[in-house]
């Protein structure tokens, strides 16, 4: 038979934990450990667990019960497994579906209507508990929408765990129930991959952020010179996050090349250093820049993505993303004429593929060899 412990919890008021023990040879087998608020909840609850394990194989399905992993369980082994770091978007996605309520599940029992339940569950917006406790407030959990896009990278990234954690796990992974679920949700469109997105920036919108920025930055020296992060994400043709992180100790002014240190790549980011060539006049935006931090630009990310979309909202630009920008220089690289080759060696794209749905050519030749700009981004002031 169980044991019951009362036990007085900080507000005076007492718990009742009940537990049972079963042994074979002289090794705990099963440890069962509940807590609950009377004693007469915790004696039924023994009388309940007995009751099932003397049943004809009870004990055994009781001891399979308790060896089953749950989904937040096999996340953290997943990740700890892995001898690469994974990037920001499939950590945080990670996360979010281990503090999920279906994160407590077993992996073992899922089916294909769990894996629908949880779909569904994401696109309604519901809100995993934060990571911070002092934010667990309840308009934390005031329901936000997700697209289909959104909701399909969610479960793009909980089937690589399905497909391929079994092994690191030490479980049976529910892969068919997964598979099952993943065509009823594609065809129902619940999920749904990202459209391409072919937005370039006009030089009018640019004149309009480029003025807005760089008359800002004469007023006030000491604010981030948008102006040039700007000019940079066009001619770099680099992510934020890289050129945001680069070195004046990675940049070869000599042989114009820059070391992208940990460039993303869906399968290994962290390592991932590449040499890549950067032209004239990326490097002219480069080089007025002042020598006073050990990056090239030392601004937070979080501030040039906020103050970007803050600018185009004030100026009515509609659907401009930072990351257009990128599409913008590839583009124009295109334009000019330059080989696959010579691009990707701009860009650091490994295969046509990846580098094809960055490539929107709308004209021949470099539209920005008279730009008004250049005398202001490539100065340092």
Request: proline share 5%; net charge positive; aromatic share 8%.
């Amino acid at each position: 038979m169980g044991t019951i412990v009362e036990r007085q919890k900080k507000d005076g008021k007492p718990s009742f934990t009940a537990q049972i023990r079963k042994k074979r040879k002289g090794k705990v087998i099963l440890n069962l450990v509940e807590t609950f608020t009377t004693r007469a909840a915790a004696k039924s609850w023994l009388n309940d667990m007995e009751s099932n394990l003397n049943r004809k194989g009870g004990m055994e399905r009781a001891v399979r019960a308790k060896a089953r992993k749950s989904v937040s369980q096999c996340i953290e082994e997943y990740s700890a497994a892995s001898p690469f770091s994974f990037g920001k978007s499939k950590s945080q996605m990670l996360s979010t579906l281990s503090r999920l309520e279906f994160g407590a599940q077993s992996i073992d029992d899922l089916t294909a209507a769990d894996f629908i339940d949880l779909a569904n569950n994401l696109l309604k917006g519901i809100q995993a508990p934060p990571t911070d406790p002092k934010l667990d407030t309840p308009s934390h959990y005031t329901l936000k929408p997700r697209k289909p896009q959104t909701v399909n990278g969610y479960m793009v990234t909980l089937g690589t765990l399905i497909r391929y954690g079994g092994p690191i796990c030490r479980v049976t992974m529910p892969v068919s129930e997964f598979e099952e679920a993943m065509r009823t949700l594609k065809h129902h469109k619940m999920v749904t991959k990202s459209n391409t997105r072919s937005r370039r920036p006009s030089l009018e919108e640019l004149d309009m952020l480029m003025e807005y920025f760089h008359s800002r930055h004469q007023a006030n020296p000491r604010i981030v010179p948008m102006h040039k992060i700007i000019a940079a994400a066009i001619f770099e043709t680099h992510r934020q996050g890289a050129i945001l992180s680069q070195t004046w100790n990675d940049y070869d002014q000599a042989n114009e090349q820059i070391m992208i240190r940990n460039m993303k790549h869906p399968m290994q980011t962290d390592g991932n250093d590449m040499l890549l060539d950067i032209r004239k006049e990326a490097q002219s935006i480069i080089d007025s820049m002042p020598r006073t931090d050990e990056r090239i630009f030392p601004y937070n990310r979080d501030v040039i993505s906020r103050h970007f979309t803050d600018a185009c909202k004030l100026l009515e630009i509609d659907d401009l993303h930072f990351h257009d920008l990128r599409h913008e220089g590839i583009s124009r690289l295109f334009e000019m004429g330059l080989t696959i080759p010579q691009v990707a060696q701009v860009s650091g794209h490994r295969s046509w593929q990846s580098l094809q749905r960055y490539t929107q050519i709308k004209q021949k030749g470099d539209k920005y060899a008279n730009w008004k700009w250049w005398p202001i981004v490539a100065t340092d002031h």
